[in-house]
């Protein structure tokens, strides 16, 4: 994890604002902490804060130029084809001096420009400068995992990582009221909105020209909604399985320590399973809960670190311990984000830093492969028949028996009664209702 920042000014009152650069870098120092540089031209003003893992000597540093100095670049991500890159560039004429996924993005670019991102294997966003014709090009990774923040007005366009960055060029903290309104439905505010009204986040797979005062965003890339109906169900998976393989072992290229997030879970097994086919005595880690034993699955991670052999380690966690981190984790999120699990999380990151630099985890799988109840529900809801009928026509018997998140019992009669609700609806309002934490529907 990186973090960058700049502006472009497009007149002598958007250059004072470049005074700024500074603070809003050193707003990024946790997000890298191994070093700070700056690149400044007339108009442009660039910043990076690094965290070390590929190529970790000074050669790897940003903001980056080429040999010219036409190009510069801030990135923050890891391009995990790299090497593979480099060696076609290669071929091409291309010189590297460092070892570093960073310079082969950046004469990538400087080969193919925008096209560049087709070729990417990776989660990144970065920025290029090209100071000869003043044109700084940004773009995000398919999946929006590295975060792009922007605001825009007559005189300047500025860029972050995180918000505060963007708020260190004093922006006004406006409320965005239809951002607020989506928090409150779903607990997090979806792009292109923010929390502020004149900062918005860059789509996931889109690319964005700014040059002369203009601001172009272009889609690069979008997920396939045709199914592949050639192959059968054992082909289909066997293809998973190696494609989820090769991903796991193209994340352990590191010069630093790599370790796994082990929470006992299907997706955090599975990728602990892969990585140790490529590690020996892999580092997993784990968060316990001393006073919640509801919530406690360290017993699952604990057979699976010992089935695979890993250096395991848990952090057992009191409501005391959360508690007590409770103000610097409000204090560094950027915007309203309610969801629970970014307090073990931030104390597991801190633990697991005192022995790996990176470590890999198993977000984001619910997303890709339907693992919500929501996606069940809704698929469920499609299929119909007497079960779903059953539990519809129980509805008040549903509503009347008391609820709560912290049994199986009333956690199941929740889920029933949501369910219930849900199947009266619009397929369309349906999803949105099970999607949403504080729903319009009784």
């Known amino acids: 994890m990186c973090g960058i920042t700049g502006i472009y000014s497009f007149n002598e009152v958007g250059r004072i604002n470049q005074m700024y650069l500074v603070n809003a870098t050193r707003a990024l120092a946790k997000r890298g902490p191994d070093f700070e540089d700056f690149y400044e031209d007339y108009f442009v003003g660039l910043g990076h804060r690094r965290l070390s893992v590929i190529d970790i000597s000074a050669r790897g540093n940003q903001p980056m130029q080429d040999e010219s100095g036409r190009y510069v670049i801030v990135f923050n991500g890891e391009i995990y084809n790299?090497?593979?890159?480099?060696?076609?560039?290669?071929t091409k004429g291309y010189v590297f001096r460092s070892d570093s996924d960073t310079e082969v993005l950046l004469k990538l670019y400087m080969e193919e420009k925008e096209a560049c991102l087709d070729k990417l294997n990776g989660f990144f966003s970065f920025v290029i400068?090209?100071?000869?014709?003043?044109v700084l090009f940004l773009a995000?990774?398919?999946?929006?995992?590295?975060?792009?923040?922007?605001?825009?007005?007559?005189?300047?366009?500025?860029?972050?990582?995180?918000?505060?960055?963007?708020?260190?060029?004093?922006?006004?903290?406006?409320?965005?009221?239809?951002?607020?309104?989506?928090?409150?439905?779903?607990?997090?505010?979806?792009?292109?909105?923010?929390?502020?009204?004149?900062?918005?986040?860059?789509?996931?797979?889109?690319?964005?020209?700014?040059?002369?005062?203009?601001?172009?965003?272009?889609?690069?890339?979008?997920?396939?909604?045709?199914?592949?109906?050639?192959?059968?169900?054992?082909?289909?998976?066997?293809?998973?399985?190696?494609?989820?393989?090769?991903?796991?072992?193209?994340?352990?290229?590191?010069?630093?320590?790599?370790?796994?997030?082990?929470?006992?879970?299907?997706?955090?097994?599975?990728?602990?399973?892969?990585?140790?086919?490529?590690v020996n005595q892999l580092n997993t880690f784990s968060i316990g809960y001393q006073d919640e034993p509801f919530f406690d699955e360290t017993h699952y991670a604990?057979?699976?670190?010992?089935?695979?052999?890993?250096?395991?380690?848990?952090?057992?966690?009191?409501?005391?311990?959360?508690?007590?981190?409770?103000?610097?984790?409000?204090?560094?999120?950027?915007?309203?984000?309610?969801?629970?699990?970014?307090?073990?999380?931030?104390?597991?990151?801190?633990?697991?830093?005192?022995?790996?630099?990176?470590?890999?985890?198993?977000?984001?799988?619910?997303?890709?492969?339907?693992?919500?109840n929501?996606?069940?529900?809704?698929?469920?809801?499609?299929?119909?028949g007497l079960k779903n009928n059953v539990i519809s026509g129980l509805l008040p018997l549903w509503k009347a028996l008391p609820k709560s998140r912290s049994g199986k019992i009333g956690n199941f009669i929740r889920q029933l009664e949501r369910f219930g609700l849900g199947r009266n609806l619009s397929p369309r309002e349906r999803y949105w209702f099970w999607a949403s934490f504080n729903p319009h529907y009784s």
Not at 374 to 384: D, I, Q
């Open 374 to 384: 929501k996606h069940y529900a809704l698929n469920e809801s499609l299929r119909g």
């Open 140 to 278: 995000r990774d398919r999946m929006g995992i590295k975060p792009l923040l922007f605001s825009m007005d007559e005189d300047r366009f500025i860029f972050g990582s995180e918000m505060k960055a963007m708020l260190a060029y004093g922006l006004k903290k406006e409320l965005n009221y239809e951002a607020l309104l989506t928090y409150l439905q779903l607990n997090y505010i979806p792009y292109p909105q923010t929390i502020f009204k004149d900062v918005q986040k860059c789509p996931p797979g889109h690319y964005m020209f700014v040059s002369g005062g203009e601001l172009s965003i272009k889609s690069y890339y979008e997920i396939s909604t045709i199914a592949d109906g050639d192959k059968d169900y054992k082909q289909t998976g066997k293809q998973l399985v190696e494609l989820l393989d090769q991903s796991v072992q193209r994340r352990l290229i590191a010069d630093v320590p790599i370790g796994v997030f082990l929470s006992g879970g299907i997706d955090s097994s599975c990728i602990t399973a892969l990585a140790s086919r490529h």
């Open 82 to 90: 790299y090497r593979e890159l480099r060696k076609n560039l290669a």
């Open 129 to 134: 400068y090209d100071n000869k014709d003043q």
């Open 302 to 372: 604990y057979e699976v670190a010992n089935h695979f052999k890993t250096n395991h380690q848990v952090f057992s966690l009191s409501n005391y311990d959360l508690l007590k981190h409770l103000d610097d984790i409000v204090n560094y999120i950027d915007e309203p984000f309610a969801d629970s699990s970014v307090m073990p999380v931030y104390i597991l990151s801190q633990e697991t830093r005192k022995t790996a630099t990176v470590a890999l985890s198993g977000d984001g799988a619910d997303e890709i492969f339907s693992g919500y």
